[in-house]
């Protein structure tokens, strides 16, 4: 989860290959491959571009929810 200015930080991952992905409900997931290596910091920057429109979570048979439970 991002702070309220959009940074985040992760800690403690190993070197090595990694596919660092974000999501949003409002946007397309995006992704990047970073290599970590020595022990050193990262800095990788997305920028997400809203969808035109927000789609709601489907059930697992790919139907709406019901308005009540």
Do not use: C, M
Request: aromatic fraction near 14%; glycine fraction near 8%.
């Amino acid at each position: 989860v991002t702070a309220d200015d959009g940074k985040y930080s992760i800690d403690g991952l190993p070197d090595g290959d990694f596919t660092l992905r974000i999501w949003s409900e409002y946007a397309d997931q995006l992704e990047k491959r970073i290599v970590l290596s020595g022990g050193q910091d990262l800095t990788e920057d997305f920028e997400a571009t809203s969808r035109p429109q927000f789609e709601q979570h489907r059930n697992k048979f790919g139907k709406p929810y019901r308005d009540k439970y």
